[in-house]
């Protein structure tokens, strides 16, 4: 295999994507940076008229389909979509999520369905059914949401946390299946970053400080903090690595 120039290994021009959660917060962020490198993408979420409005500012550029993630039966016309306007996605990135933040004693069982149907169930069906194309084209990038509850317990995480922990077993188990077709798969588990998600934790300013204190770098996440991983997991600079997560939390989980 020849050596590729450096200036090539972040090179996503011609690529298109499909983000989850698009709407707000870091699948919004993350859908913008792919954007900014050249990639075409088609934002999935509950509310069509910010991704409208999103698309506006990115003509041609960008597209979107309104789906609530959450029900399965949506997935394969959700799958269809997104494939009718720009073509089969070289990209999936899924950062649609949900967080009930309950009690243990207090996880209803609809709660606890619609958490693991989209943090875990709608990741898992809409990547299987791009795989197929993604295999033709000898080329693809998951990238999936993990979180800090994937690898420790937060009070009110029950539902959340059994779903993010599941997310990072699927990610090795995705990487294990489909590597060997060119298609890696990843995760980021990010820290605290304020999103509408974790707006709960930053409307408490002694929760969110103790929070930075708990970081090697001594401060929350910021949305830019998660643009160099997305770009690294999505481009050919990160071709040998698959079946892993990344933690993005300032050092959070190495103290």
């Given at each position: 295999?020849q050596?590729?120039?450096?200036?090539?290994?972040?090179d996503?021009?011609g690529?298109?994507?499909?983000?989850t959660?698009a709407?707000?917060g870091?699948?919004r962020?993350?859908?913008?940076?792919?954007?900014?490198?050249?990639?075409r993408v088609?934002?999935?979420?509950?509310?069509?008229?910010?991704?409208?409005?999103?698309?506006?500012?990115h003509?041609?550029q960008?597209?979107?389909?309104?789906?609530?993630?959450?029900?399965r039966?949506c997935?394969?016309?959700?799958?269809?979509?997104?494939?009718?306007?720009?073509?089969?996605?070289?990209?999936?990135?899924?950062?649609?999520g949900?967080?009930t933040?309950?009690?243990?004693?207090?996880?209803?069982p609809?709660?606890?369905?619609?958490?693991?149907d989209?943090?875990l169930?709608?990741p898992?069906?809409?990547?299987?059914?791009?795989?197929?194309?993604?295999k033709q084209?000898?080329f693809?990038r998951?990238i999936?949401?993990?979180?800090?509850?994937?690898f420790?317990?937060f009070?009110?995480?029950m539902?959340?946390?059994t779903?993010?922990?599941?997310?990072?077993?699927?990610?090795?188990a995705?990487?294990?299946?489909?590597?060997?077709?060119?298609i890696t798969?990843n995760?980021l588990?990010?820290?605290?970053?304020?999103?509408?998600?974790?707006?709960p934790v930053?409307?408490?300013?002694?929760r969110?400080?103790?929070?930075?204190a708990?970081?090697?770098?001594?401060?929350n996440?910021e949305?830019e903090?998660i643009?160099?991983p997305?770009?690294f997991?999505?481009?050919p600079?990160?071709s040998?690595?698959?079946?892993?997560?990344?933690s993005?939390?300032?050092?959070?989980?190495?103290?």
């Amino acid at each position: 295999m020849q050596d590729q120039p450096h200036n090539s290994l972040f090179d996503l021009s011609g690529k298109t994507a499909c983000v989850t959660g698009a709407s707000a917060g870091l699948g919004r962020r993350s859908a913008d940076v792919l954007l900014a490198a050249g990639v075409r993408v088609v934002g999935v979420a509950r509310r069509g008229n910010a991704l409208a409005e999103w698309v506006k500012g990115h003509s041609g550029q960008a597209g979107f389909v309104e789906a609530d993630l959450s029900d399965r039966a949506c997935l394969n016309q959700v799958i269809e979509d997104v494939v009718e306007g720009f073509g089969p996605p070289d990209i999936l990135i899924n950062a649609a999520g949900i967080n009930t933040r309950e009690a243990a004693d207090d996880v209803t069982p609809e709660n606890w369905d619609v958490t693991l149907d989209l943090n875990l169930s709608a990741p898992f069906f809409l990547a299987q059914g791009f795989v197929p194309a993604m295999k033709q084209n000898g080329f693809g990038r998951i990238i999936n949401f993990a979180s800090l509850q994937s690898f420790r317990a937060f009070p009110g995480g029950m539902a959340y946390g059994t779903s993010k922990g599941g997310v990072s077993q699927m990610t090795r188990a995705m990487a294990q299946a489909w590597s060997s077709f060119g298609i890696t798969a990843n995760a980021l588990a990010p820290g605290f970053f304020r999103t509408e998600l974790t707006a709960p934790v930053f409307d408490d300013p002694d929760r969110a400080a103790r929070n930075a204190a708990q970081t090697c770098i001594g401060r929350n996440g910021e949305p830019e903090d998660i643009d160099g991983p997305i770009l690294f997991f999505c481009s050919p600079a990160s071709s040998y690595v698959t079946g892993q997560v990344l933690s993005v939390d300032g050092g959070y989980t190495a103290k």
